[in-house]
């Protein structure tokens, strides 16, 4: 079983035909992933990269019975594309769009609460299931079959998590970019709660970031369950200066508990296991899982 995205799910790229989505949308078909097309407005009927092309997500829902998006449009219209594919049923929206103003995503947050979505990211590297689907911009090689399953803040340490889980003699269920905006659609706990719920993963990993209270409200989450499920944790950003946002648009430093020590503390206090240079995730989840 998997989380989000299997080989199942019918997947759209809105904003297809440009440079991004072309692409991403070439890797994502070369690693076998469902593409049954894309959207681009005022290029439907049109095929591209052997897929058809469509001038909206309504039109790909009734004609291909798309069920998942990944959406490579330019910022400043990257909300509207998100509002787009929830009024048409898009179950799963991935988007991948990075600088999509903070005003426009609480307009899109807001809108899609009462529908029956789930939306990843925005900024961020997408979901992918090991040999099954990858519904982003990962690098597909890096990840194998398995029973970790990874939320990351940060692309970069999803593939180097899963680097190290994978040189462990492990594999991954599903890993899932939430993304490092101030306003994501899934939040840390949501995610987490996914995995913990999924009966095919065996451990978490859940990699944080300075800023906001995402990691405290999935470490108290976690406490709470009472699940017996690992998780392995880990926060970037321990020397990042207060009061600097650093890297992603969300990780500042606001108040004292927004720091990688607070936060690694609260972590620890609802026991996950908590390591303290990302060098150290796949040897402490082996030790977890073994």
Same mark, same amino acid.
């Given at each position: 079983?998997?989380?989000?995205?299997?080989?199942?799910?019918?997947?759209?790229?809105?904003?297809?035909?440009?440079?991004?989505?072309?692409?991403?949308?070439?890797?994502?078909?070369?690693?076998?992933?469902?593409?049954?097309?894309?959207?681009?407005?005022?290029?439907?009927?049109?095929?591209?990269?052997?897929?058809?092309?469509?001038?909206?997500?309504?039109?790909?829902?009734?004609?291909?019975?798309?069920?998942?998006?990944?959406?490579?449009?330019?910022?400043?219209?990257?909300?509207?594309?998100?509002?787009?594919?929830?009024?048409?049923?898009?179950?799963?929206?991935?988007?991948?769009?990075?600088?999509?103003?903070?005003?426009?995503?609480?307009?899109?947050?807001?809108?899609?609460?009462?529908?029956?979505?789930?939306?990843?990211?925005?900024?961020?590297?997408?979901?992918?299931?090991p040999e099954e689907a990858?519904? @982003?911009?990962?690098?597909?090689?890096?990840?194998?079959?398995?029973?970790?399953?990874?939320?990351?803040?940060?692309?970069?340490?999803?593939?180097?998590?899963?680097?190290?889980?994978?040189?462990?003699?492990?594999?991954?269920?599903?890993?899932?970019?939430?993304?490092?905006?101030?306003?994501? @659609?899934?939040?840390?706990?949501?995610?987490?709660?996914?995995?913990?719920?999924?009966?095919?993963?065996?451990?978490?990993?859940?990699? @944080?970031?300075?800023?906001?209270?995402?990691?405290?409200?999935?470490?108290?989450?976690?406490?709470?369950?009472?699940?017996?499920?690992?998780?392995?944790g880990f926060i970037a950003?321990?020397?990042?200066?207060?009061?600097?946002?650093?890297?992603?648009?969300?990780?500042?430093?606001?108040?004292?508990?927004?720091?990688?020590?607070?936060?690694?503390?609260?972590?620890?206090?609802?026991?996950?296991?908590?390591?303290?240079?990302?060098?150290?995730i796949g040897i402490k989840?082996?030790?977890?899982?073994?």
């Amino acid at each position: 079983m998997s989380v989000l995205v299997n080989k199942d799910s019918k997947i759209i790229v809105q904003g297809f035909t440009g440079s991004e989505g072309t692409f991403h949308a070439e890797q994502m078909i070369e690693y076998g992933t469902n593409i049954v097309g894309g959207v681009t407005p005022g290029k439907g009927g049109q095929e591209h990269l052997g897929k058809p092309v469509y001038n909206t997500v309504e039109e790909a829902v009734e004609m291909a019975g798309a069920d998942t998006s990944i959406i490579f449009v330019p910022p400043a219209f990257a909300a509207d594309a998100i509002m787009e594919s929830a009024s048409a049923g898009i179950k799963v929206i991935i988007t991948i769009t990075e600088g999509i103003p903070v005003a426009d995503m609480v307009k899109a947050s807001d809108f899609i609460k009462d529908k029956d979505c789930t939306l990843i990211g925005p900024n961020c590297p997408g979901v992918i299931t090991p040999e099954e689907a990858k519904v @982003g911009i990962m690098p597909g090689f890096v990840f194998k079959k398995g029973k970790v399953g990874i939320v990351s803040k940060s692309g970069t340490l999803t593939y180097e998590a899963s680097d190290q889980v994978v040189r462990q003699g492990l594999g991954i269920s599903t890993a899932i970019g939430i993304g490092g905006d101030p306003i994501i @659609g899934t939040t840390t706990k949501s995610a987490v709660e996914m995995l913990i719920n999924d009966p095919e993963t065996e451990c978490v990993v859940m990699i @944080g970031e300075i800023g906001g209270q995402l990691e405290a409200e999935a470490a108290r989450w976690y406490k709470e369950s009472g699940s017996t499920k690992p998780i392995v944790g880990f926060i970037a950003g321990e020397t990042a200066p207060a009061g600097r946002t650093m890297g992603h648009a969300g990780a500042i430093v606001g108040g004292s508990d927004d720091t990688a020590q607070a936060k690694k503390a609260i972590m620890r206090e609802c026991g996950i296991h908590v390591v303290d240079s990302p060098a150290e995730i796949g040897i402490k989840v082996k030790e977890v899982v073994m």
